[in-house]
Nanobody, 121 residues
Framework: QLQLVESGGGLVQPGGSLRLSCAASRFSLEKNAIAWFRQAPGKEREEVSCISSSGGSPTYSVAVKGRFTISRDNAKNTVYLQMTGLKVEDTAVYSC??????????????WGQGTQVTVSS
């Protein structure tokens, strides 16, 4: 079974930083665009960021642009989400997903279970 496994979540104070990792299991993600999503309690899931298979053309939601940076290391089969300037409203479960294509086309077929990020003083 193809899997994505997220890690790096935790509790952080407002203004702090975290780096999330999304590692692929049982497949190589080098030919897949990868996106990060988040879902807060009582809210719909939203796409936070996406990166193409080559690492070019990253996209960000308005809410996180300028604070979050997506990157990937295909040799390690891992995609990262560096989060800085965290706000209370960033609190959510963060999940990654693999697109069927090399660009962020929005057709995701493999999902991770998610990692909790809590921003609180």
């Amino acid at each position: 079974q193809l899997q994505l496994v997220e890690s790096g979540g935790g509790l952080v104070q407002p203004g702090g930083s975290l780096r999330l990792s999304c590692a692929a299991s049982r497949f190589s993600l080098e030919k897949n665009a990868i996106a990060w999503f988040r879902q807060a309690p009582g809210k719909e899931r939203e796409e936070v960021s996406c990166i193409s298979s080559s690492g070019g053309s990253p996209t960000y939601s308005v809410a996180v642009k300028g604070r979050f940076t997506i990157s990937r290391d295909n040799a390690k089969n891992t995609v990262y989400l560096q989060m800085t300037g965290l706000k209370v409203e960033d609190t959510a479960v963060y999940s990654c997903a693999a697109d069927v294509g090399t660009y962020c086309w929005g057709h995701f077929n493999v999902w991770g279970q998610g990692t909790q990020v809590t921003v609180s003083s």
